[in-house]
Protein backbone atom coordinates (compact mmCIF):
# COMPACT_ATOMS: atom_id res chain seq x y z
CA UNK A 1 0.00 0.00 0.00
CA UNK A 2 1.39 3.26 -1.00
CA UNK A 3 2.00 6.03 1.90
CA UNK A 4 1.47 9.63 1.47
CA UNK A 5 2.95 11.17 -1.56
CA UNK A 6 4.50 14.64 -1.43
CA UNK A 7 5.18 16.68 -4.91
CA UNK A 8 7.64 18.14 -5.71
CA UNK A 9 9.99 17.29 -3.19
CA UNK A 10 12.48 20.32 -3.26
CA UNK A 11 11.88 23.84 -4.75
CA UNK A 12 13.36 27.04 -4.63
CA UNK A 13 11.12 30.00 -4.78
CA UNK A 14 11.83 33.96 -5.16
CA UNK A 15 10.11 36.15 -2.19
CA UNK A 16 6.86 37.70 -3.63
CA UNK A 17 6.21 34.19 -5.71
CA UNK A 18 3.96 32.18 -4.80
CA UNK A 19 3.99 28.28 -4.78
CA UNK A 20 1.32 24.94 -5.01
CA UNK A 21 2.60 22.05 -3.47
CA UNK A 22 0.41 18.85 -4.07
CA UNK A 23 -0.70 15.95 -1.46
CA UNK A 24 -1.53 12.29 -2.09
CA UNK A 25 -2.91 10.96 0.82
CA UNK A 26 -2.86 6.71 0.99
CA UNK A 27 -6.03 5.22 -0.80
CA UNK A 28 -8.74 5.08 1.40
CA UNK A 29 -8.00 7.79 3.71
CA UNK A 30 -10.27 10.74 3.95
CA UNK A 31 -8.47 13.50 5.41
CA UNK A 32 -5.38 15.55 4.91
CA UNK A 33 -3.92 17.87 7.13
CA UNK A 34 -0.93 19.94 6.49
CA UNK A 35 1.94 20.83 8.68
CA UNK A 36 4.95 23.41 8.97
CA UNK A 37 8.73 22.56 10.24
CA UNK A 38 10.79 24.47 11.19
CA UNK A 39 13.89 24.56 13.40
CA UNK A 40 12.95 27.06 15.35
CA UNK A 41 9.38 26.74 15.65
CA UNK A 42 9.12 23.06 14.99
CA UNK A 43 6.07 21.11 13.63
CA UNK A 44 2.89 23.14 13.43
CA UNK A 45 -0.77 22.34 12.30
CA UNK A 46 -1.59 24.57 8.94
CA UNK A 47 -5.09 23.09 8.60
CA UNK A 48 -7.05 19.79 7.94
CA UNK A 49 -9.30 18.99 4.97
CA UNK A 50 -12.24 16.36 4.95
CA UNK A 51 -14.44 15.37 2.61
CA UNK A 52 -13.06 18.13 0.43
CA UNK A 53 -14.25 20.66 3.39
CA UNK A 54 -11.78 22.87 5.42
CA UNK A 55 -12.62 21.59 9.01
CA UNK A 56 -10.10 23.47 10.72
CA UNK A 57 -7.16 25.60 10.64
CA UNK A 58 -4.04 26.66 12.55
CA UNK A 59 -2.52 29.71 13.77
CA UNK A 60 -1.32 31.28 10.02
CA UNK A 61 -2.15 34.04 7.93
CA UNK A 62 -4.14 34.22 4.65
CA UNK A 63 -1.58 33.77 2.46
CA UNK A 64 -1.27 30.24 3.43
CA UNK A 65 -4.82 27.87 1.93
CA UNK A 66 -5.38 24.65 0.72
CA UNK A 67 -8.04 22.58 -0.99
CA UNK A 68 -8.77 18.86 -1.28
CA UNK A 69 -10.52 17.47 -4.63
CA UNK A 70 -13.04 14.73 -4.46
CA UNK A 71 -10.73 11.78 -4.67
CA UNK A 72 -9.38 13.21 -1.64
CA UNK A 73 -6.24 14.86 -2.90
CA UNK A 74 -4.78 17.79 -1.48
CA UNK A 75 -2.75 20.85 -2.41
CA UNK A 76 -1.62 24.06 -0.91
CA UNK A 77 -0.98 27.37 -1.73
CA UNK A 78 1.15 30.14 -0.30
CA UNK A 79 1.02 33.01 -1.97
CA UNK A 80 3.07 36.44 -1.74
CA UNK A 81 5.96 34.35 -0.04
CA UNK A 82 8.75 35.39 2.52
CA UNK A 83 11.47 34.39 3.84
CA UNK A 84 10.59 33.14 6.76
CA UNK A 85 7.87 30.43 4.69
CA UNK A 86 11.18 28.27 4.40
CA UNK A 87 10.14 25.13 5.61
CA UNK A 88 9.27 21.89 5.49
CA UNK A 89 5.49 21.53 4.64
CA UNK A 90 4.67 18.01 5.30
CA UNK A 91 1.54 16.58 4.20
CA UNK A 92 -0.24 13.76 6.81
CA UNK A 93 -3.53 11.45 6.01
CA UNK A 94 -5.61 9.72 8.14
CA UNK A 95 -8.93 7.14 7.47
CA UNK A 96 -10.78 9.54 10.25
CA UNK A 97 -13.07 6.98 10.78
CA UNK A 98 -15.10 6.01 14.11
CA UNK A 99 -12.86 3.70 15.79
CA UNK A 100 -9.37 5.41 17.36
CA UNK A 101 -7.28 3.24 14.65
CA UNK A 102 -9.13 5.17 12.51
CA UNK A 103 -7.12 8.23 13.56
CA UNK A 104 -4.05 6.73 12.96
CA UNK A 105 -2.14 9.99 11.26
CA UNK A 106 0.47 8.98 8.76
CA UNK A 107 2.85 11.36 7.11
CA UNK A 108 4.37 12.08 3.76
CA UNK A 109 8.17 12.85 3.09
CA UNK A 110 7.39 16.29 2.68
CA UNK A 111 8.34 19.20 0.37
CA UNK A 112 11.11 21.52 1.14
CA UNK A 113 10.87 24.77 0.27
CA UNK A 114 13.46 27.79 0.28
CA UNK A 115 12.30 31.07 -0.29
CA UNK A 116 15.25 33.40 -1.41
CA UNK B 1 1.90 29.05 24.21
CA UNK B 2 2.91 25.76 23.89
CA UNK B 3 0.72 23.00 24.81
CA UNK B 4 2.85 20.47 24.96
CA UNK B 5 6.09 20.98 26.57
CA UNK B 6 8.83 17.80 25.34
CA UNK B 7 12.05 17.25 27.37
CA UNK B 8 15.43 16.92 26.60
CA UNK B 9 15.79 18.56 23.75
CA UNK B 10 18.77 16.16 22.91
CA UNK B 11 19.95 13.06 24.51
CA UNK B 12 22.90 11.04 24.16
CA UNK B 13 22.56 7.18 25.36
CA UNK B 14 25.22 4.37 24.83
CA UNK B 15 24.59 1.28 22.77
CA UNK B 16 22.53 -0.62 24.71
CA UNK B 17 21.26 1.46 27.11
CA UNK B 18 17.61 3.28 27.99
CA UNK B 19 16.64 6.38 26.83
CA UNK B 20 13.91 8.51 28.33
CA UNK B 21 11.89 11.45 26.54
CA UNK B 22 9.50 12.78 28.95
CA UNK B 23 6.17 15.19 27.50
CA UNK B 24 3.47 17.05 29.44
CA UNK B 25 0.49 18.73 28.09
CA UNK B 26 -2.04 21.55 29.44
CA UNK B 27 -5.00 20.49 27.96
CA UNK B 28 -7.04 18.08 29.99
CA UNK B 29 -8.80 17.69 26.37
CA UNK B 30 -6.32 15.84 24.80
CA UNK B 31 -6.87 11.87 24.13
CA UNK B 32 -4.56 10.52 22.03
CA UNK B 33 -0.81 10.36 22.51
CA UNK B 34 1.10 9.44 19.53
CA UNK B 35 5.20 9.53 19.16
CA UNK B 36 7.02 10.31 16.17
CA UNK B 37 10.15 9.04 14.70
CA UNK B 38 11.87 11.35 12.20
CA UNK B 39 15.18 10.54 10.42
CA UNK B 40 17.07 13.64 8.32
CA UNK B 41 15.09 14.30 5.45
CA UNK B 42 12.53 11.99 5.59
CA UNK B 43 8.55 12.46 7.36
CA UNK B 44 7.75 11.45 10.76
CA UNK B 45 6.61 8.01 11.72
CA UNK B 46 4.39 7.19 13.68
CA UNK B 47 6.11 4.68 16.74
CA UNK B 48 3.32 3.76 19.10
CA UNK B 49 0.12 6.00 20.33
CA UNK B 50 -1.55 5.61 23.54
CA UNK B 51 -5.12 6.86 25.11
CA UNK B 52 -5.26 8.04 28.42
CA UNK B 53 -7.39 4.87 29.55
CA UNK B 54 -4.23 2.80 29.68
CA UNK B 55 -1.24 3.83 31.53
CA UNK B 56 1.11 1.98 29.80
CA UNK B 57 1.80 0.51 26.43
CA UNK B 58 4.58 -1.44 25.06
CA UNK B 59 5.76 -2.49 21.31
CA UNK B 60 9.04 -4.18 21.12
CA UNK B 61 11.26 -2.30 22.68
CA UNK B 62 9.57 0.82 23.04
CA UNK B 63 7.16 1.58 25.65
CA UNK B 64 4.72 4.60 26.72
CA UNK B 65 4.12 5.46 30.34
CA UNK B 66 1.00 7.65 30.79
CA UNK B 67 0.18 9.60 33.83
CA UNK B 68 -3.39 11.08 33.80
CA UNK B 69 -3.33 12.57 37.26
CA UNK B 70 0.10 14.65 36.14
CA UNK B 71 -0.72 15.09 32.54
CA UNK B 72 2.37 13.54 31.65
CA UNK B 73 3.50 10.66 29.26
CA UNK B 74 6.98 9.39 28.65
CA UNK B 75 8.52 7.23 26.09
CA UNK B 76 11.31 4.56 26.91
CA UNK B 77 13.15 2.91 24.60
CA UNK B 78 14.92 0.08 26.04
CA UNK B 79 18.67 -1.90 24.17
CA UNK B 80 18.79 1.69 22.81
CA UNK B 81 20.79 1.25 19.45
CA UNK B 82 22.77 3.28 17.00
CA UNK B 83 19.67 3.07 14.67
CA UNK B 84 17.56 4.83 16.87
CA UNK B 85 19.36 8.11 16.08
CA UNK B 86 16.78 10.21 15.13
CA UNK B 87 14.50 13.14 16.38
CA UNK B 88 11.70 11.87 18.05
CA UNK B 89 8.51 14.00 18.78
CA UNK B 90 5.58 13.63 21.31
CA UNK B 91 2.08 15.08 20.40
CA UNK B 92 -1.14 15.36 21.40
CA UNK B 93 -4.89 15.79 20.27
CA UNK B 94 -8.16 15.54 20.73
CA UNK B 95 -9.52 13.42 17.69
CA UNK B 96 -13.36 13.35 19.19
CA UNK B 97 -13.61 16.95 18.89
CA UNK B 98 -13.84 16.56 14.67
CA UNK B 99 -10.53 17.50 13.99
CA UNK B 100 -7.32 15.69 13.76
CA UNK B 101 -5.29 18.11 14.57
CA UNK B 102 -1.96 17.23 16.30
CA UNK B 103 -0.04 19.27 18.80
CA UNK B 104 3.30 18.60 18.91
CA UNK B 105 6.31 18.48 21.52
CA UNK B 106 9.15 20.55 20.25
CA UNK B 107 11.34 17.17 19.44
CA UNK B 108 14.70 15.72 21.31
CA UNK B 109 17.23 14.61 19.58
CA UNK B 110 18.66 10.87 20.33
CA UNK B 111 22.02 9.94 19.31
CA UNK B 112 23.02 6.43 20.69
CA UNK B 113 26.74 6.37 20.28
CA UNK B 114 28.70 2.39 19.71
Known amino acids: KAGVTQTPRYLIKTRGQQVTLSCSPI?????VSWYQQTPGQGLQFLFE???????NKGNFPGRFSGRQFSNSRSEMNVSTLELGDSALYLC???????????????FGEGSWLTVV | QQQVKQSPQSLIVQKGGISIINCAYE??????FPWYQQFPGKGPALLIAIRPDVSEKKEGRFTISFNKSAKQFSLHIMDSQPGDSATYFC?????????????FGKGTKLSVIP
Open chain 2, 27 to 32: NTAFDY
Open chain 1, 49 to 55: YFSETQR
Open chain 1, 27 to 31: SGHRS
Open chain 1, 92 to 106: ASSYRGPTPSGNTIY
Open chain 2, 91 to 103: AAAIPGAGSYQLT
